[in-house]
C-alpha cells in the first residue's frame, strides 16, 4: 500500500467514524448517513486510492470535470452526484452519467431533467436545492418557493424527488449552521405533507468537511466531504 493510499484510507476511517459517533448522539446508526467525498479539488491518484478504500461516491461541482473524471475513471464502479449549480444546456451530458443530481435550484432545471431523463428512457433521482441561509452568493430555491413546487412534483414522471439539499451560512460558526440545519429538516417535514403520493423527501444532503457532524445530529442523510479526507495528502 502507498503513502497516498495509507493515510487517504485512515482518514476516511476516521470520518465515518465520525459519522457514527454523530449519529449515534442522535440515535440513529451511521449506517443511515451516505458519505458524499467531494473530488473537486484533487487529482487522478487521489481518487483512485480513495476507490480503493471503499469509497465509491464521489460528487463533482461542474458539470465539464464530472463528464471528463467520469471518462477517466470508466473502468471504476463509481456512482457520481452532480453537487454543483447545473445549467439547463449541460443536463444532456451530465444526466446519462449520474446517480443523483443534487442541485436542483430552479423548475425550470426540474423541466429539463425530465424532458432528458424522458428521452434517455430513464428516471433520474435529484434534491432540490434550497437557500436555507439566505445568501445572496448562493444558489438555490427560496425556502417558501419550495412548498408550492413540492405539490406539483407528480408533473415530472422522469424525475425522482428524493429529498433536499442545502449549505450552511458562510458566517456564524457551528451555533448558524445547527440552525440552518434544522431550518431545512423542518422545512422538509412541512413541505413533506403535501407532496404526491411516491414523493416523501426522505433525503436530506447537508453538512461539509466543517459541518459535518452537525448535520447528522439534525438528521443528514447525506453529508459532502471534501478536505477532510484528504488531510495530509499536500492537496
Same mark, same amino acid.
Given at each position: 500500500?502507498?503513502?497516498?493510499?495509507?493515510?487517504?484510507?485512515?482518514?476516511?476511517?476516521?470520518?465515518?467514524?465520525?459519522?457514527?459517533?454523530?449519529?449515534?448522539?442522535?440515535?440513529?446508526?451511521?449506517?443511515?448517513?451516505?458519505?458524499?467525498?467531494?473530488?473537486?479539488?484533487?487529482?487522478?491518484?487521489?481518487?483512485?486510492?480513495?476507490?480503493?478504500?471503499?469509497?465509491?461516491?464521489?460528487?463533482?461541482?461542474?458539470?465539464?470535470?464530472?463528464?471528463?473524471?467520469?471518462?477517466?475513471?470508466?473502468?471504476?464502479?463509481?456512482?457520481?452526484?452532480?453537487?454543483?449549480?447545473?445549467?439547463?444546456?449541460?443536463? +444532456? =451530458? &451530465?444526466?446519462? %452519467?449520474?446517480?443523483?443530481?443534487? !442541485?436542483?435550484? *430552479?423548475?425550470?432545471?426540474?423541466? $429539463?431533467? /425530465?424532458?432528458?431523463?424522458?428521452?434517455?428512457? +430513464? =428516471? &433520474?433521482?435529484? %434534491?432540490?436545492?434550497?437557500?436555507? !441561509?439566505?445568501? *445572496?452568493?448562493?444558489?438555490?430555491? $427560496?425556502? /417558501?418557493?419550495?412548498?408550492?413546487?413540492?405539490?406539483?412534483?407528480?408533473?415530472?414522471?422522469?424525475?425522482?424527488?428524493?429529498?433536499?439539499?442545502?449549505?450552511?451560512?458562510?458566517?456564524?460558526?457551528?451555533?448558524?449552521?445547527?440552525?440552518?440545519?434544522?431550518?431545512?429538516?423542518?422545512?422538509?417535514?412541512?413541505?413533506?405533507?403535501?407532496?404526491?403520493?411516491?414523493?416523501?423527501?426522505?433525503?436530506?444532503?447537508?453538512?461539509?468537511?466543517?459541518?459535518?457532524?452537525?448535520?447528522?445530529?439534525?438528521?443528514?442523510?447525506?453529508?459532502?466531504?471534501?478536505?477532510?479526507?484528504?488531510?495530509?495528502?499536500?492537496?
Amino acid at each position: 500500500m502507498s503513502d497516498l493510499t495509507r493515510v487517504i484510507a485512515e482518514n476516511l476511517a476516521e470520518v465515518r467514524g465520525r459519522i457514527a459517533e454523530a449519529a449515534a448522539r442522535a440515535g440513529r446508526g451511521g449506517d443511515a448517513i451516505k458519505l458524499v467525498a467531494v473530488t473537486k479539488y484533487v487529482g487522478e491518484d487521489e481518487i483512485r486510492a480513495l476507490v480503493a478504500a471503499g469509497c465509491t461516491t464521489l460528487g463533482e461541482n461542474r458539470p465539464q470535470a464530472l463528464c471528463k473524471r467520469a471518462e477517466t475513471f470508466r473502468d471504476l464502479q463509481i456512482q457520481w452526484h452532480m453537487i454543483g449549480h447545473l445549467q439547463r444546456n449541460k443536463v +444532456r =451530458r &451530465v444526466a446519462p %452519467l449520474v446517480t443523483m443530481i443534487e !442541485s436542483v435550484d *430552479s423548475p425550470s432545471l426540474l423541466e $429539463a431533467i /425530465d424532458r432528458i431523463a424522458g428521452e434517455l428512457g +430513464r =428516471r &433520474v433521482p435529484v %434534491l432540490l436545492e434550497v437557500n436555507i !441561509s439566505g445568501e *445572496s452568493q448562493k444558489h438555490g430555491l $427560496a425556502p /417558501d418557493h419550495l412548498p408550492p413546487l413540492a405539490q406539483t412534483l407528480d408533473n415530472y414522471p422522469h424525475v425522482e424527488v428524493l429529498g433536499l439539499m442545502a449549505m450552511a451560512s458562510l458566517a456564524g460558526g457551528e451555533d448558524r449552521a445547527r440552525a440552518d440545519f434544522a431550518a431545512l429538516r423542518e422545512l422538509r417535514d412541512r413541505a413533506r405533507r403535501d407532496c404526491p403520493a411516491g414523493v416523501s423527501l426522505d433525503e436530506l444532503s447537508i453538512g461539509m468537511s466543517g459541518d459535518f457532524e452537525t448535520a447528522v445530529e439534525e438528521g443528514a442523510t447525506i453529508v459532502r466531504i471534501g478536505s477532510a479526507l484528504f488531510e495530509g495528502t499536500d492537496r
